[in-house]
């Protein structure tokens, strides 16, 4: 059974940085396009960036400049580096496949606010 695993979250001021994590655990993620994705209270999930197996990066225009997807294959890990966060990235955050989506993780809450 896949299970993602989110950690990183936390409370941060505008302006400041975080760096999130997914470990994947019971598959290989390097044959996969993973994304990471979030929700805002009152709002539907949305994508915010992927990385394919090749390391292809894609971002939503609100992210794009600020934030960067990674991943590292041997660790079955994927990571989101978040720079000048701001109050509207408030959301509860997730990881899971792009074109094949396996059980939603838990998700970690990152809070901006001052």
């Known amino acids: 059974q896949v299970q993602l695993v989110e950690s990183g979250g936390g409370l941060v001021q505008p302006g400041g940085s975080l760096r999130l994590s997914c470990v994947g655990s019971?598959?290989?993620?390097?044959?996969?396009?993973m994304g990471w994705y979030r929700q805002a209270p009152g709002k539907q999930r949305e994508a915010v960036a992927s990385?394919?197996?090749?390391?292809?990066?894609n971002y939503a225009d609100s992210v794009k400049g600020r934030f960067t997807i990674s991943r590292d294959n041997a660790k079955n890990t994927v990571y989101l580096q978040m720079n000048n966060l701001r109050p509207e990235d408030t959301a509860v955050y997730y990881c899971?496949?792009?074109?094949?989506?396996?059980?939603w993780g838990r998700g970690t809450q990152v809070t901006v606010s001052s």
């Open positions: 019971g598959t290989i993620f390097s044959t996969f396009t």
């Open positions: 990385i394919t197996n090749g390391g292809t990066t």
């Open positions: 899971n496949g792009v074109i094949y989506k396996f059980a």
